[in-house]
């Protein structure tokens, strides 16, 4: 399976850009700019974690990675432009869950995920939050899933958009939980955070990366998250195994990309390179303080994960009966 990464604003990232210098990879690679294509806005999650990667990749290795953001049709125009970019080295993607999900939802996709794309290292994964209004009276789990078997059909979510991985969360933890709720779809998740912390909608399953700022300001209350472990960044939310939903599990990853057919010398550089970095314990930190946990492997491992993420998603959306065109 092979994937890819990039991501940033052009007109940010080239009012940085450092001096071009020959790197430490083969042959010295990289002689000139890298680009790490962020199939994101701005100032997202996902953005943020990739700047950060980009910012300590050029520390480490004298390179010079500039991020530019791609955004837009669930992150697959960023994924094709890396796709369909030369397998030399110098445009990578930030893939993360969507490329899980998107070959399930898309019936025109104009890339192949399996074919296009070669994993070079992951790089961390996210918990998904289930969230209600501060002020709501649900205090945990097991109050939602009460109020919406009392209420079947009635009790809204809101995600942002439909066919991303925190939509299909809430797909698969109705399913989990044999609950009727209903999908309200917004463009993004600040919306959607707005209209939670308006009364407009029940709750909302949001990335940790992007839940954790209002959850921890007391702006919305977290019932439970994802993942085999709690939150560095919420440690006294339990983990949805914690709150009785052993089987409910849906993890945000993030990793780096490349066309199919890269070198291998420089997926072996580029995956040493980044596990070096995930070795720093300040990366590890600021992955917390992202809402993330860093996750360490060789591209096998990374590609061997992706494609069980990706039979997990396909059976959820095939239950769920999502199609985006």
């Known amino acids: 399976?092979?994937?890819?990464?990039?991501?940033?604003?052009?007109?940010?990232?080239?009012?940085?850009?450092?001096?071009?210098?020959?790197?430490?990879?083969?042959?010295?690679?990289?002689?000139?700019?890298?680009?790490?294509?962020?199939?994101?806005?701005?100032?997202g999650g996902s953005d943020n974690i990739a700047r950060y990667v980009a910012s300590r990749l050029n520390a480490k290795t004298g390179a010079n990675i500039i991020v530019e953001n791609r955004p837009g049709a669930g992150t697959n125009i960023g994924n094709e432009y890396v796709a369909r970019a030369a397998a030399d080295g110098y445009t990578l993607l930030f893939g993360q869950v969507t490329l899980s999900i998107n070959p399930y939802i898309y019936p025109k996709l104009r890339y192949d995920v399996s074919k296009d794309l070669a994993p070079i290292a992951q790089i961390a994964v996210s918990p998904t939050v289930l969230l209600v209004n501060a002020g709501s009276d649900i205090k945990d789990v097991k109050g939602f899933v009460d109020n919406a078997r009392?209420?079947?059909?009635?009790?809204n979510y809101g995600s942002g958009g439909t066919g991303t991985s925190v939509h299909l969360a809430g797909q698969l933890f109705a399913t989990v939980a044999k609950l009727q709720m209903t999908h309200v779809p917004y463009k993004g998740s600040g919306p959607a955070m707005v209209d939670l912390m308006g009364?407009?909608?029940?709750?909302?399953?949001?990335?940790?990366?992007?839940?954790?700022?209002?959850?921890?300001?007391?702006?919305?209350?977290?019932?439970?998250?994802?993942?085999?472990?709690?939150?560095?960044?919420?440690?006294?939310v339990p983990t949805f195994a914690e709150a009785g939903y052993?089987?409910?599990?849906?993890?945000?990853?993030?990793?780096?990309?490349?066309?199919?057919?890269?070198?291998?010398p420089i997926v072996t550089y580029l995956?040493?390179?980044?596990?070096?970095?995930?070795?720093?314990?300040e990366t590890r930190e600021r992955l917390a303080q992202l809402g993330s946990i860093a996750v360490k492997g060789s591209p096998q491992d990374f590609g061997a994960f992706i494609a069980k993420e990706s039979a997990r998603w396909q059976g959820v959306v095939k239950d769920a009966n999502v199609t985006v065109d």
């Open 1 to 43: 399976m092979r994937f890819m990464l990039m991501g940033a604003a052009v007109a940010a990232a080239l009012s940085v850009v450092a001096p071009v210098q020959a790197g430490s990879g083969p042959a010295g690679y990289p002689t000139r700019p890298v680009t790490l294509v962020v199939p994101f806005t701005p100032g």
């Open 150 to 155: 009392q209420h079947p059909g009635k009790v």
């Open 199 to 236: 009364g407009q909608i029940q709750g909302i399953f949001d990335t940790a990366p992007s839940a954790l700022p209002q959850a921890a300001g007391g702006k919305v209350r977290a019932l439970a998250v994802t993942g085999p472990q709690r939150l560095a960044g919420l440690p006294n």
């Open 271 to 281: 995956n040493e390179q980044v596990n070096l970095i995930l070795d720093e314990p």
């Open 246 to 264: 052993p089987a409910f599990d849906a993890p945000v990853w993030y990793g780096v990309m490349g066309p199919a057919g890269l070198p291998a």
